[in-house]
Every structure is written in structure tokens, then in C-alpha cells.
């Protein structure tokens, strides 16, 4: 066929058209969560490859994450839109009153709410050759609606981390099915923070590695010829704070054993009272609050608005919160253990990750940027909220965003001017009624 050999360069340009022909023709999107990442890291600790994707691409200081600000309700409400109440994901735990029992991970705890659709399912949903992955995403391997999505990984401890992001370059690049958004989740500086404290030599080392794998992602996008086709999203779903053990609360000392249920953990701590006895318990905490001075006792009724928390059965009759710095009597239990596991003397210098106060603590908020195709580049945006991610993954997506929270402004922020016969991220937002989702909708 051909008269003259075929040169080297040739046959890579071939190998090059072939990987951009496997990938999804609509806009493509990664997101990935570091868990725990505390939006200032980047102010002590030497990041240089996320330090490149903040100059290049866009972000903001910091994200207003979702109350409690623990990591199973902030990556529910990151996937979804709305608040915790509405989702129904209200903490790591929660004890529920149709069944009588504390519940933890499993797909009675997101499945909640059948209105809600987190943005793997509504991307798949949209149909025409779209594909959704999730990879150890809170949440993410369990069906919503009846339905599966394409591909998912559960959560793996230990899961190696580059096995995870070549997994996530895979789907991208399948040849029958290719990924057009892929949420990818690693647990870290979360895990050893919580033993360890944030201000820890071994944070500081989870940081550096943190940093290289986010190095290694963008090599491997530009290895395959992704680099300008692919959008990239960073982010985490809480910050954390270091706590020592003279600032442990024994609040179960105020209040008698076996009239109560617990469910949560520091500072938040769900208090529920046996028949008959809700007032009891709440006035011997009240009592205790104004003894200690440093934790704060609510009931349900008593909850912020602007929590957007008590509109939901699972939200507990009572709620115990330690003041910023403070932590509750899970700590009490848990420090021994971590010394003994992780083989370290504890002393009251000893200091433990802390995360789950209100979101307006400085040290409770996340991390936000982006790099692509469809993202603004050298951008610096003021901070919005956790719920407003939703809208931004659809504009990106190109596709029409269900109803939620959030709202539409900081996606015309971070996206781009749309190219020739794309939708400009004006049109995607106004395809939807955006009016607000509330629990009783």
C-alpha cells in the first residue's frame, strides 16, 4: 500500500490519533478529593505540582463546606448539590429511628432520599454515550434509583495509589465505554491526621506524596494526550484541627448510663435520649456546658438554620458540640488506641486530628481548583460553597443540572468562554430551574 517505509514519527502519530479516538466525545471531567486537606497547607509545606495547577488554573482560598464537616456528608453534598438534611447523609454515623440502631457505611446511608441523584448517576442518566466511574468515592459504589453506574471501586484501604489514577486513565480510554467523568478519592492526610494531628512530619510527608501523585495524574494525562481534553477539579471535603488530650470533655459524665443512645464523633456528638427521658438529659448537659464552659448543648429545634441540618429524622434529638480546639469522649477512648496502634507514647503534649465543627472555622475549610479545557486559566476566584460544585461539574459536563442548592455564580467564574458550538456556561445553567431543594420538597 504504501510505497516508502513508514517513519517512527508517523506510526506515534498514529498511536496518537487512535488514544484521542477512545475518548468519550462529550467534555470529559476528573475529580478528585484528598480527604482532610486543609486549604492553608499550601502555605507551610513545599506542594510544586499543585502549587503549578493553583497558578495555572483556577481556585479559590477556600471552600464553605456543609455542616457536620465530617467526609460523609460533605462528599454526599459535593456529589449531589444539596444539604445534608435533604441527602440525609448527616454524619459518619447516625443513629436511625425507624430500625432502633446506630448505622455507618453501607447503601441505607445514602439512598435516603430517592429526588436526589448524586452527579455520576445524572451524568449516565443524560444517556448518548455517557459513562460515569467512581473510584473509593464515599457513596459511590452502591446503586441509586435501582441502578448502577458503569464502573466503580469501593473503598480499599491501602489501595495503591497509582494503581487508582492508572484505573481512572483506563476508563477514560475505553474503547467501548469511555468515562466522560470519574470521581477519584484517596483518604489521605485523613487517616494518619486524625492519629497523628495536622501539624505532624508525617502529614507533612502524606503532603509530599499527595503532591507527586497529583504529578504523576497530569503525566499520565499528557503521556495519553489528555492534557487538553480532560478537565481536572481538586479538592477535599473538610480541613482539620489539632486537639491534646487536656482538652478532652467527659460529657457522658453529666448524664446516666442506659438512658441514651450516641451516634458521631468529636466534636459533634448525637445524643439520643430514651423515652422520657430527653429533658432529663438535656438539662444535666445544659448544667455541665455552663460548668465546663467549653462545649455547647442544642436541641433539635435549637439547630442553626444556616446548618441546614434538622429538617431530617436521622438528625438526633440532641446535639453536643466542643468548642473549636476541644474534643468529646470518643477522643478519650480512641487516643490510647492510636498510640497503641501506631506504637507512640501518649502524652498531654500528644496532638490528634480534630475535624466536624461549624463550617465557619477556618481550619474546617477545603481546597478548591480546577485545570482543563473548559477552565479559566490564572484565575482566582472569592470562596463559595460545597453545594455549588454540583452546578459547576454539569456546566462542565455540558449537561442540564437537576434541582439542588447550590447555586450557578461561581461556575461562570471558573469556566471558561465557551469555543465554537459549545454551550456557553450561561445557557447550561438557565436549561434547569435552580430553585432551592429543601428537605420537605
Same mark, same amino acid.
Not at 5 to 19: E, G, R
Not at 112 to 123: A, E, G, H
Not at 315 to 326: H, K, R
Given at each position: 500500500?504504501?510505497?516508502?517505509?513508514?517513519?517512527?514519527?508517523?506510526?506515534?502519530?498514529?498511536?496518537?490519533?487512535?488514544?484521542?479516538?477512545?475518548?468519550?466525545?462529550?467534555?470529559?471531567?476528573? /475529580?478528585?478529593?484528598?480527604?482532610?486537606?486543609?486549604?492553608?497547607?499550601?502555605?507551610?509545606?513545599?506542594?510544586?505540582?499543585?502549587?503549578?495547577?493553583?497558578?495555572?488554573?483556577?481556585?479559590?482560598?477556600?471552600?464553605?463546606?456543609?455542616?457536620?464537616?465530617?467526609?460523609?456528608?460533605?462528599?454526599?453534598?459535593?456529589?449531589?448539590?444539596v444539604?445534608?438534611?435533604v441527602?440525609?447523609?448527616?454524619?459518619?454515623?447516625?443513629?436511625?429511628?425507624?430500625?432502633?440502631?446506630?448505622?455507618?457505611?453501607?447503601?441505607?446511608?445514602?439512598?435516603?432520599?430517592?429526588?436526589?441523584?448524586?452527579?455520576?448517576?445524572w451524568?449516565?442518566?443524560?444517556?448518548?454515550g455517557?459513562?460515569?466511574?467512581?473510584?473509593?468515592?464515599?457513596?459511590?459504589?452502591?446503586?441509586?434509583?435501582?441502578?448502577?453506574?458503569?464502573?466503580?471501586?469501593?473503598?480499599?484501604?491501602?489501595?495503591?495509589?497509582k494503581?487508582?489514577?492508572?484505573?481512572?486513565?483506563?476508563?477514560?480510554?475505553?474503547?467501548?465505554?469511555?468515562?466522560?467523568?470519574?470521581?477519584?478519592?484517596?483518604?489521605?492526610?485523613?487517616?494518619?491526621?486524625?492519629?497523628?494531628?495536622?501539624?505532624?512530619?508525617?502529614?507533612?510527608?502524606?503532603?509530599?506524596?499527595?503532591?507527586?501523585?497529583?504529578?504523576?495524574?497530569?503525566?499520565?494525562?499528557?503521556?495519553?494526550?489528555?492534557?487538553?481534553?480532560?478537565?481536572?477539579?481538586?479538592?477535599?471535603?473538610?480541613?482539620?484541627?489539632?486537639? =491534646?488530650?487536656?482538652?478532652?470533655?467527659?460529657?457522658?459524665?453529666?448524664?446516666?448510663?442506659?438512658? !441514651?443512645?450516641?451516634?458521631?464523633?468529636?466534636?459533634?456528638?448525637?445524643?439520643?435520649?430514651?423515652?422520657?427521658?430527653?429533658?432529663?438529659?438535656?438539662?444535666?448537659?445544659?448544667?455541665? =456546658?455552663?460548668?465546663?464552659?467549653?462545649?455547647?448543648?442544642?436541641?433539635?429545634?435549637?439547630?442553626?438554620?444556616?446548618?441546614h441540618?434538622?429538617?431530617?429524622?436521622?438528625?438526633?434529638?440532641?446535639?453536643?458540640?466542643?468548642?473549636?480546639?476541644?474534643?468529646?469522649?470518643?477522643?478519650i477512648?480512641?487516643?490510647?488506641?492510636?498510640?497503641?496502634?501506631?506504637?507512640?507514647?501518649?502524652?498531654?503534649?500528644?496532638?490528634?486530628?480534630?475535624?466536624?465543627?461549624? !463550617?465557619?472555622v477556618?481550619?474546617?475549610?477545603?481546597?478548591?481548583?480546577a485545570?482543563?479545557?473548559?477552565?479559566?486559566?490564572?484565575?482566582?476566584?472569592?470562596?463559595?460553597?460545597? /453545594?455549588?460544585?454540583?452546578?459547576?461539574?454539569?456546566?462542565?459536563?455540558?449537561?442540564s443540572?437537576?434541582?439542588?442548592?447550590?447555586?450557578?455564580?461561581?461556575? =461562570?467564574?471558573?469556566?471558561?468562554?465557551?469555543?465554537?458550538?459549545?454551550? =456557553?456556561?450561561?445557557?447550561?445553567?438557565?436549561?434547569s430551574?435552580l430553585?432551592?431543594?429543601?428537605?420537605?420538597?
Amino acid at each position: 500500500m504504501f510505497s516508502q517505509p513508514i517513519s517512527l514519527k508517523f506510526l506515534y502519530f498514529l498511536v496518537l490519533i487512535s488514544s484521542v479516538t477512545c475518548i468519550s466525545k462529550h467534555p470529559v471531567l476528573i /475529580v478528585v478529593s484528598f480527604d482532610a486537606f486543609r486549604y492553608n497547607f499550601f502555605e507551610t509545606e513545599n506542594l510544586p505540582y499543585m502549587q503549578l495547577i493553583k497558578t495555572k488554573g483556577t481556585h479559590a482560598e477556600y471552600l464553605y463546606n456543609v455542616f457536620p464537616t465530617k467526609t460523609f456528608p460533605n462528599h454526599h453534598s459535593i456529589a449531589t448539590g444539596v444539604f445534608p438534611e435533604v441527602h440525609g447523609v448527616i454524619g459518619n454515623s447516625y443513629y436511625d429511628p425507624e430500625i432502633k440502631k446506630v448505622m455507618k457505611m453501607g447503601p441505607g446511608m445514602y439512598n435516603y432520599n430517592d429526588r436526589v441523584k448524586p452527579i455520576w448517576r445524572w451524568n449516565e442518566d443524560q444517556g448518548n454515550g455517557r459513562y460515569s466511574g467512581t473510584f473509593m468515592w464515599p457513596g459511590g459504589d452502591y446503586s441509586y434509583q435501582g441502578k448502577n453506574i458503569t464502573y466503580s471501586v469501593g473503598f480499599q484501604a491501602g489501595y495503591d495509589w497509582k494503581k487508582r489514577v492508572d484505573q481512572v486513565i483506563k476508563w477514560i480510554l475505553d474503547p467501548d465505554k469511555p468515562a466522560n467523568l470519574v470521581m477519584l478519592y484517596f483518604e489521605e492526610p485523613d487517616t494518619h491526621g486524625h492519629a497523628f494531628g495536622p501539624n505532624s512530619v508525617i502529614i507533612k510527608d502524606l503532603l509530599e506524596k499527595l503532591d507527586n501523585i497529583t504529578g504523576y495524574l497530569h503525566a499520565q494525562l499528557e503521556h495519553h494526550n489528555l492534557s487538553d481534553k480532560v478537565n481536572v477539579v481538586q479538592l477535599s471535603d473538610h480541613g482539620m484541627t489539632a486537639v =491534646s488530650p487536656p482538652f478532652f470533655i467527659n460529657i457522658t459524665q453529666y448524664i446516666t448510663n442506659g438512658t !441514651y443512645e450516641w451516634a458521631g464523633a468529636s466534636p459533634a456528638i448525637q445524643i439520643i435520649p430514651h423515652e422520657g427521658h430527653e429533658d432529663i438529659i438535656y438539662s444535666a448537659l445544659k448544667k455541665g =456546658s455552663k460548668e465546663n464552659g467549653h462545649f455547647k448543648v442544642y436541641k433539635k429545634s435549637e439547630y442553626l438554620d444556616r446548618w441546614h441540618y434538622k429538617n431530617n429524622p436521622r438528625s438526633p434529638p440532641i446535639l453536643v458540640m466542643a468548642d473549636e480546639g476541644y474534643a468529646l469522649d470518643d477522643l478519650i477512648i480512641s487516643a490510647p488506641q492510636y498510640a497503641k496502634k501506631y506504637n507512640f507514647t501518649l502524652t498531654n503534649q500528644s496532638e490528634f486530628g480534630v475535624h466536624g465543627y461549624d !463550617y465557619t472555622v477556618k481550619d474546617m475549610h477545603p481546597y478548591f481548583m480546577a485545570i482543563g479545557p473548559k477552565i479559566k486559566k490564572e484565575t482566582k476566584v472569592d470562596p463559595f460553597n460545597t /453545594v455549588d460544585l454540583f452546578n459547576l461539574f454539569c456546566a462542565i459536563l455540558e449537561i442540564s443540572p437537576t434541582k439542588n442548592n447550590g447555586s450557578s455564580t461561581p461556575a =461562570s467564574h471558573v469556566l471558561a468562554a465557551a469555543g465554537p458550538g459549545k454551550y =456557553s456556561v450561561g445557557t447550561i445553567l438557565m436549561m434547569s430551574k435552580l430553585g432551592g431543594f429543601e428537605a420537605s420538597d
